[in-house]
């Protein structure tokens, strides 16, 4: 009965999110997660939370009982760029051990996150429906929409500003001592009670910060076993260079009546060929590709990862990125920057959307490929 009533749990949390998300206007809102409802599943053994960022960020602060799982390590490929299983960003059963040994299990719902920005969180969000994991949600605003609602976050942010205060006073009333006709005995007294505030700071900080729903250190992972069905991999949001290549052919051939797009969503240095992976052997873009960097798609005003149905919506009309396409987008290795332009158009309801998994990292290496500077 326990186990029946967190999944009834679980699931009314993700409905009373998709409602909430239907407010932004987005046409798809199955998606995304808020954290006014993430913060419900925090803890649920039925729920997994999983940062897209790498290792050394998720040290530095995660949602309590969260694995890692960093975007540009689910591309697997040879130094080479050769993808053993592409357009699959792993093999099968590389992915299931991979999985598995981060504590996920097949009827977990798997809610990805990253600091806020958007691009690794739907890296992850990309690789579990890729292979057909049935619940997944991408963190709308990640890491820090969860500090912003955690009560506790507040109450420890609002001790440690008091503590930097008390600390600047303890400071100055030493260095007043140095002065000549200083009243020591005053100034001794107030910076004996700096100290002892402080001290008292601190240990109401150390109480607090077991409260804490972001949290530092390392992952604590229990392994299970994962089992990847071949039947359930979802063909029709990847795609491998063989794919876009023809994309890239019509492109050329047809120019705007084109029935494809090629999105790269990388910067300007990227795309000219200036700054390059160093596994990589030619830096440029995929010839007809439209060029709209992940920035315009992530909102980093609002600290969320996707800006407004209209807003996206009207950067996608501008580049003429129109749903009667088949859409390919692509990074350096697609769960990243590709997969977050992904994301935003299933948000928007269109439907032939891929993410080119092998990216750069594999067309910029096979010098069978044309690209252009």
Known sequence: MNRLLKTLCVAASLSAASVLMAADGYKNNTI??????????????????????????????????????????????????????????????????????????NDMTVIAYDDFKG????????????????????LNGGRAAIMAVDPAQKEYDALKKELK??????????????KEGADQAALEAAAKKAADDAKALSAKMAEVEKRLLVVKG?????PKKYKIDPKKI??????????????????????????????DSRGIAEI??????????????????????????????????????????????????????????????????GSEHITALQLLGYKNVKVFTGSWDVWGNDMNLPIKR
Not at 235 to 260: C, F, L, Q, T
Not at 317 to 324: E, H, V
């Open 234 to 263: 979802k063909w029709n949001v990847i795609a491998g260079k063989e794919e876009v290549k023809h994309a890239m052919e019509d492109i050329r051939k047809n120019g705007k009546n084109s029935k494809y797009a090629i999105i």
């Open 272 to 337: 000219v060929g200036e700054r390059k992976m160093d596994n990589v052997a030619r830096g440029g873009h995929i010839p007809g590709a439209t060029f709209i960097e992940w920035s315009q798609i992530s909102d980093a005003n609002k600290k969320l990862s996707f800006r407004s149905a209209a807003e996206l919506q009207a950067v996608y009309d501008k580049y003429g990125i129109t749903p009667d396409k088949t859409i390919y987008a692509y990074c350096q290795v697609g769960a990243g920057r």
């Open 165 to 178: 205060a008390v600390k600047k006073v303890e400071k100055s009333a030493k260095q007043a001592m140095k």
């Open 32 to 105: 995304l997660i808020s954290a006014e409802e993430a913060v419900k599943l925090i803890g649920n053994p039925k729920v997994m939370f999983v940062s897209g960022d790498n290792e050394d960020i998720y040290k530095l602060g995660h949602i309590k009982g969260s694995v890692e799982m960093y975007a540009h390590h689910l591309h697997h490929s040879e130094i080479d760029g050769n993808m053993h299983c592409a357009p699959l960003y792993r093999c099968i059963d590389d992915a299931e051990e991979y999985i598995g040994k981060k504590g996920i299990s």
């Open 218 to 222: 390392d992952e604590v992972v229990t």
């Open 119 to 138: 691009p690794n969180a739907t890296g992850v969000y990309s690789f579990f429906v890729s292979f057909g994991h049935k619940n997944v949600k991408v």
